[in-house]
């Protein structure tokens, strides 16, 4: 998952491919998402369990459109 800055425009092809020249193939992500913020826990540390179930809950939303 990405949060943009403000003012900053991407694309998932785009940082795919830059974490392929930087990384290498094997390291860099198959997919992208960009959200508004990442979830986080009371004390402050990222829900990566919330995040994981917002963006399966996202994938099965689109499947039924």
Known sequence: AV?????FTGSESHL????????????????VHFVPKLPRTRFG?????QLRRDLSSNASDQEHD
Request: aromatic share 8%.
């Open 3 to 7: 949060v943009l800055r403000p003012g």
């Open 16 to 31: 795919i491919s830059c974490c392929r020249t930087e990384l290498g193939g094997y390291k860099a992500p198959k997919e």
């Open 45 to 49: 540390k990222f829900d990566k369990a």
